[in-house]
């Protein structure tokens, strides 16, 4: 079946520039999550949603950063006034509410560049 | 709060030579481990993880891990490496939240393995 989609896979924009980056999770998902993977480092939390519960972001960088999901499909994370330093690869993963600690699915990513 | 450290940020191998790829986590409750890869130009994907039980897990490609709750240790094996083993793999932990599916994830900076024939 359909993997996690993102959507661009490639964003070059002006520091500035508000951006908006989408992710399709796998169909019946209710868990998805943005991670940010920085040049030469890990994956960094983002922010979570599962449900309808409230989201955690408490990985959010600034209030620049927001994400928005529309019941238990597509989300999409926007970034305001974008930096140099917000350059990265911005993944989504999602995962079966049913694993509580289950695999999640990442999806091949945005490359965000600022310049 | 927890954390994860990959001590090798590099480690090239040759070709059918055994590989092991450390990580070490800090956690004060239980954590879930995993191992994810990233080949060139690709998403990342599960390669095995550790809930509960056996502490030798094995995964995908010949890869097996050991939890070593004493040392904190969750290190990657593999007995004969293959030129297509060449990615970056990923440690990462999970909190046991008690049954909940809150599985954020606390990655390590990331293990780049190069097998050259």
């Given at each position: 079946g359909a993997g996690v989609s993102q959507s661009p896979s490639n964003k070059v924009t002006e520091k500035g520039k508000d951006v908006e980056l989408r992710c399709d999770p796998i169909s019946g998902h209710t868990a998805l999550y943005w991670y940010r993977q920085r040049l030469g480092q890990g994956l960094e939390f983002l922010i979570y949603f599962q449900g309808?519960?409230?989201?955690?972001?408490?990985?959010?960088?600034?209030?620049r950063f927001s994400a928005e999901r529309t019941g238990e499909s597509v989300s999409t994370l926007t970034i305001q006034r974008?930096?140099?330093?917000?350059?990265a690869v911005y993944l989504c993963a999602s995962s079966d509410?049913?694993?509580?600690?289950g695999e999640q699915y990442f999806g091949p990513g945005t490359r965000l560049t600022v310049t | 709060a927890q954390s994860v450290t990959q001590l090798d940020s590099q480690v090239p191998v040759f070709e059918e030579a055994p590989v092991e790829l450390r990580c070490n986590y800090s956690s004060s409750v239980s954590v879930y481990l995993f191992w994810y890869v990233q080949y060139p130009n690709q998403g990342l994907q599960l390669l095995l993880k550790y809930?509960?039980?056996?502490t030798l897990v094995k995964g995908i490609n010949g890869f097996e891990a050991e939890f070593n709750k004493s040392q904190t240790s969750f290190h990657l094996r593999k007995p004969s490496v293959h030129i297509s083993d060449t990615a970056e793999y990923f440690c990462a932990v999970s909190v046991d939240?008690?049954?909940?599916?809150?599985?954020?994830l606390t990655f390590g900076q990331g293990t780049i393995l190069t097998v050259h024939p």
């Open positions: 309808n519960s409230a989201p955690d972001k408490s990985g959010l960088p600034s209030d974008t930096q140099q330093e917000d350059s509410r049913d694993f509580s600690a | 809930l509960s039980g056996s939240a008690g049954g909940t599916s809150y599985g954020k």
